[in-house]
């Protein structure tokens, strides 16, 4: 590696501090302050390096004493790289944690202790340590531009901009702290041993939260959307979002109306909505997601509500709603949903101009101890590598976490990035209010068993100030007393009355689904008509051409185009549709086309930019199922005509997101009364390719569908698959919708569909296919690809009496249309054919749903139950095919 100088260690104690600005600046030169380049310019041009660079102009400017020449140059310059040491690393060294035993021992660098210093240098050293190891640790110079460094110095450096609260502001926070503190209190004594995820240790988050709901809309912010695990849950809904204190109480006593109807969840892991009126006379809407316990899985479906909070209602713009997702310590370094969500913020379909991030870290989780849990210095450091900044704040010091949640607010709404803020407290009390800490933190618990409440501490402070709070505190403390003992009486003297089923059970009238001519024709053009500056790739063009005259030759509209069609004619009427997924907008099997490259420059063309009506959004999506999966979800949760999908580039890559699948898809509704209208296209069939890349699981979609939570769906044709997403689309109750899509059928002409069926059909949940004209004996049951296989083989041996049913529905069960089939087949034998093993695909579901129906006889035709979804070999996989085949044949022969 070249270096200008041989030995560095000729600069002095800053020797190795200037070598790193170095190798900054071999990097790239933007990385350091420009006066640093120009330094390192002149040394690599073989001038002299007497004299180092002179100080920036923040606070040590007067350093020089007036003095000029060398000497006041290198005094400024000492003074300068001091700076850059505490800016860069004084957070090591800085009053973060409330307790001893808890974050461990940082690495001591020598920068930040020189040996030689005069009097003017330990005088700005005193200002450093004041600035950069108070409680709070910033760390911010890992951020690549310029300007946000800058901005943030100036903020942080600059008095009295530090800590400016007035009297009413401190008077404030202490207000929420000791509000915060009474509901913990009460409810400890109310409800002993019960699990309520307390926020005593961290009380301190409550006047943070309070601080940007009270300046945000000062700031720009119209809504504030909230995603958090336990801790603090029920505190933020009472205290942050304003639900009255009884419906909270009535969750502890359990009251509430799960009670009456089942279901629901539990007290810690619901939403709620509200507006806020703040003292300036401004409105905010505030709204906390509902979660599961998988800690941190509902960071994405926050970032898509907000997304669709801004592009739906708000014009698109980032600045007017914020995402605040509230982490714990141990999660946010483990869960790889954290990194996969941070990774959406700067990505064009999915960022939201920046998320607030608090971590509410207790530095512990659960039993396992910090260092335990992680192999970084700060639990909080996987997010420098988005280039968010990070502000580590000791929760005992209200008034330092304040100011730092305002300067992170702010940041966020003049840079539009992500930036943290690691509250360091602790936690008063086990994992939950049953469990004994002390077996496996004895010496961190039995310091913390002797602190003082967060608001004590404050208390003293105050009064020192000359700030009578203390009397203040005690009315406070008692006022909350007495309201929560009045909601508490009545909440036990008035349990909940009979409730209104509709969990599952809204259902609205089948919209109209064909669409004229003439607007297919429309839609048809926007493929083949491009600005004048844009070089469609030739090979393309030909394709689009042959697309579009699909609708007038009579040889069928494939399933692309079909797909097209069904997206067009929505925008057409108003609807937002939103595609995204690994590769959509070509599509994994080049079958779309909905995002075209120019041929010569690259750059990007939507045709459906040219239609009228609502707007068309398709994003290729980072690598990742689950984040992008969960955001895709939350943006469908918007109560505004919309077709948001989400596809797979596999369908057997969806279980990435199993746990969005299971607890939001599946579960949402039932559970927190949220619906989301997403829809997954997940490609399936069996054509030789291996267990990876042959299954969407079904069985496991159909495993989950239970009171009409989800629609399970196998469209064999185009059309049928046109009127499945417009009819889905056009309802007005929406729940998440499944689809299977085709892989090798995607351009066959068995596939295709008459264009008549578009402008006059609808979707069937089954399609009857009748062989021969004599009396039906035999009735095959199946879906999807194994159909056409079967039909070739019927058809080329000219079998009769058989008809084929195919289930283009599985959930809602298709029971009236089905029943009337078999009913009609009379004492016909009976069979299901699929192509994924026994254990797979939708036997068993099928199975237990027309035994259940009185259809008893039932035979399966199919694989063998198998641990692997498919055969890894080509030639097996034919050879197991066309037995499969064979035995239908059999069955219908016999």
Known sequence: MFSPVRDWSEFGPNAALIASFYELYRADRSLVDPKWAEFFDRLIAGSSAEALPESNGYHHQELSNGQAGPGASNAAADADLLSESYREFGHLEAKISPIENGIGTLPRLECLHPNELTPQLAQHLDWLRTVYCGTIGFEFMHLVSAEERAWLIERIESEPGRYAFSEEQKLRILHELVEAEAFESELHRKYVGQTRFSSEGGDTCMPMLDLVREEGPQLGLKEIVIGMAHRARLNVLLNTLGKPLEEVLAECEDQSLYSVVGSGDVKYHMGYSQHYHTQAGSDILLSLAPNPSHLEFVNPIVEGIARARQDLFLNRDRSAVLPVLIHGDAAFCGQGIVPETLNLSLVEGYGTGGTLHIIFNNQVGFTTYSAEGKSSIYCSDIAKAFQAPIFHVNAEDPEACCWVTRLAVEFRQRFGRDVVVDMVCYRKYGHNEGDDPSFTQPTMYAEIKSKKAISSIFVTKLMAQ????????????????????????????????????????????????????????????????????????????????????????GLGIDWGFGEVLAFGSLVQQGVHVRLSGQDCGRGTFSQRHLMLSDYVSGKHYLPFSALKGGAFEVYNSPLSENAVMGFEFGFGTALQPNLVLWEAQYGDFCNGAQVIIDQFLANSEEAWGQRSGIVLLLPHGYEGQGPEHSTARIERFLQLCAEGNMTVSYPSTSAQYFHLLRNHALSAVRRPLIVFTPKSLLRSSAAASQVDEFVNGAFAPVVGNAYGKGKVKTLLLMSGKIFFEVDAELKKQERDGVRCLR??????????????????????????????????????????????????????????ASASTATGSHRRHSAEQKQLVAEVISFVGR
Request: hydrophobic share 40%; glycine share 6%; charged share 30%.
């Open 466 to 553: 000359g700030i009578a709070a203390e009397d203040l505190s005690h009315g406070w403390r008692e006022q909350f007393r007495q309201r929560f003992n009045t909601a508490h009486e009545m909440v036990k003297s008035q349990p909940p009355g009979e409730a209104c089923l509709v969990h599952g059970r809204l259902k609205s009238r089948d919209p109209i689904t064909a669409v004229p001519l003439e607007n297919l024709q429309a839609i048809a053009q926007t493929l083949i008509s491009y600005p004048e500056d844009f070089t469609i790739h030739p090979k393309l063009k030909q394709i689009l051409e042959r697309r579009a005259k699909s609708l007038g030759d």
């Open 807 to 864: 289930i283009e529905r599985f959930y809602p069960f298709p029971e009236e249309e089905l029943l009337a089939e078999i009913k009609k087949a009379g004492a016909a034998a009976v069979a299901w054919v699929q192509e994924e093993p026994e254990n797979m695909g939708a036997w068993h579901f099928m199975e237990r749903e027309l035994r259940a129906k009185g259809v008893k006889d039932i035979t399966y035709l199919g694989r063998p």
